[in-house]
């Protein structure tokens, strides 16, 4: 039986970040998923420590050459997902323990096709938070309330866009709606890749 979610996380070279993302994927209060690490060509010890993680959701797919990032989410899309929704996470990023059900219930309530949720929470060199969660604002937007309309009425029901940035906020997407309306990400898309 597929798992409900995908969660897509590219990864190069990121041995000092990566247990810790993957961790807090492995602690989230919803289960029903699978965690696509695709490697992307990393020469550190990135992969070894992917593999001291022994839980059966774990896939490691191993890219041929460096792609990117775009390229190699785009593959897990395509490719290697099987879950209804798909869900982003970066190797040196995590999430706090309610995110992925408290999205997919919103998602749910809302019937969206996608969303996107805009809080972070700032660490200091010592791993301690700085504040407050913050809201990200961003004047260089990848996608606007006003870019989501061009795209088509009729693709997304929109429960609320901002004018923010997506290469820092991760989206949940359901995975026959992108398949269906042919939306990937731009490969020449490299704004926040080391």
Known sequence: MSPKVSIIMPAYNVENYIAQSIQSVLEQTYSD???????????????????????ERIRLIHNEYNLGLSPSRNRAIRHHAKGEWLALLDADDWWAKERLAIMLEIAKTWRCNFMIDDMQVVLDNKGEQTGSPVYVHSSETTLSRRGVHLLSPTWVNPVLFTDWDLGIMKPLMQRQFLHDNNIYYDKCFRKYQK
């Open 33 to 55: 998923f699978e965690l696509l690490v695709i490697n992307d060509g990393s020469t550190d010890n990135t992969v070894h420590v992917v593999k001291q993680f022994s839980d």
